[in-house]
């Protein structure tokens, strides 16, 4: 496109035009004219300078160079962000459940700073055992599965394929098994422990919540919304899993339920009438047991009858081996049994509660001996 500028002859070269109007662009001169104008005389001549437009604009291209120049803000930094934390915090639990891993299977007292000897009962209870595996290790697990993927997500070179699309949600799923968890221990903790305090149980429940919340936070609704049924379906397993676990433990025996007593062994006084001897034997042929504990005043009555010989023929079960504490069950033997009360005697399969007499437990074993000498 042409156009058409008016320059003054008389001065030095200057556009007539106002300044705002100029364009911000060069312009090329291709050639000019000299005429004469039909204007009054003293009016000065006027050169038409025909002028043509070069494309790419300076100003708008400064523009964009600059717009190059200023980096775009993207979600990257507030993934990583994110990242850091799980793999910080994904770290400490991992090293507190380690910790407590080796306590368990060495079968070494924890440290307590708070909460002493019932931070002990708790975490040596068996709800510290979901399906006969120790929970400080299913907690090791989980806690370093979470700093692994951190690490990787975060730009970490390791040997875990696998990438954000995969990994977010992965994150977002264990995460809210371990809250929901939490949850459930913080319950039982109210509930089956009355009055004891777990320190490592509250931080452990502290860092769940917190890397919950976390990684929750780096989804937006919408995300969520198209991946919400992952994370609960797995928070809803785990809750299932550990109902029907606990539920299955029968529950502390109202005569201990109060006591807090290490285990102690009592003296049996009497020595063991022939009688005795013999039906002892016999009950050992037949596979009869005797279940008892420690601190059963009828326990002790019931070897007393059967004398100090005897007692070391029969078979007996003691159902607290290590002592009564707030949240001990008995020995999966008794458990299993169904032990109710002590002394418990089971004889060719059928269940006696209370003490017997010799004379009874011959008649329930079918012991009959004439060769030697009934009791006095």
Known sequence: MMESMFFSSSSPLQLSLPPKSLPSFPVSISSFTKFKSNSRPGRPGLVLLPA??????????????????????????????????????????????????????????????????????????????VLGVPLPLIGMTA??????????????????KINQTDGRPLLLSVSASMAAASSYFLYILATKFDGASCSYCLASATLSFSLFFIILKDFGLQELQKIVGLPLCTAAIVLAVLNTTYNSLPPIMSSSAAMDLPYYTTEIVKESSPFAIS???????????MYG?????????QKEMLGREAMKLLDYVECFPDGVKKGVMMVPACTKAGIEGFPTWIINDEVFSGEKTLEELAEISGF?????NQPN
């Open 279 to 289: 039906l002892a034997k016999h009950l050992k042929s037949v596979g009869a047991k």
């Open 52 to 129: 043509m437009c070069i494309p790419g604009p300076i100003q708008d291209t400064e523009k964009s160079e600059n717009a190059e120049e200023i980096p775009v803000p993207s979600s990257s930094s507030s993934n990583n962000s994110t990242y850091t934390w799980c793999a910080a915090l994904g770290g400490l639990g991992f090293l507190e459940t380690t910790y407590l891993t080796y306590l368990k299977i060495s079968n070494t007292e924890p440290f307590c700073a708070v909460g002493g000897g019932s931070c002990s009962d708790v975490l040596n209870s068996d709800y510290a055992v």
């Open 143 to 160: 806690y370093g599965l979470i700093m692994l993927l951190g690490l990787k997500l975060g730009g970490w070179d390791l040997p875990i």
């Open 368 to 372: 009959g001996n004439d060769s030697v």
């Open 293 to 301: 504990a420690f601190w059963c005043s009828h326990c002790q009555e």
